[in-house]
């Protein structure tokens, strides 16, 4: 089992940044990549940005830019720096650790950001 505790939600003005933590523990061996997703009212969830375990990382197109994702492995923590946030960014944004094949994925309870002003 891999627990997956997050923090750094909240509410920003249009234009402001948060930083999202996303703290992994347990059977973490068997995780090979960790990403964060979103999901807004009324929408389905979806891949906003992920990172390997060698550090490759990808982006959905709509926050390339302006969204940074990063892991210190020390910390079994992975971070989403979001800057320039826009009010289409609001949505519950979920931790993700991806299994090794044969192993399950793992997912956080979420944390809300809302961009308003």
């Known amino acids: 089992q891999v627990q997956l505790v997050e923090s750094g939600g909240g509410l920003v003005q249009p234009g402001g940044s948060l930083r999202l933590s996303c703290a992994a523990s347990?059977?973490?061996?068997?995780?090979?990549?960790m990403g964060w997703y979103r999901q807004a009212p009324g929408k389905q969830r979806e891949l906003v940005a992920a990172?390997?375990?060698?550090?490759?990382?990808n982006y959905a197109d709509s926050v390339k830019g302006r969204f940074t994702i990063s892991r210190d492995n020390a910390k079994n923590t992975v971070y989403l720096q979001m800057n320039s946030l826009k009010p289409e960014d609001t949505a519950v944004y979920y931790c993700?650790?991806?299994?090794?094949?044969?192993?399950?994925?793992?997912w956080g309870q979420g944390t809300q950001v809302t961009v308003s002003s």
């Open positions: 993700n650790a991806e299994g090794a094949r044969y192993y399950p994925d793992y």
């Open positions: 347990g059977s973490i061996f068997n995780i090979i990549a």
């Open positions: 990172i390997t375990n060698s550090g490759s990382t």
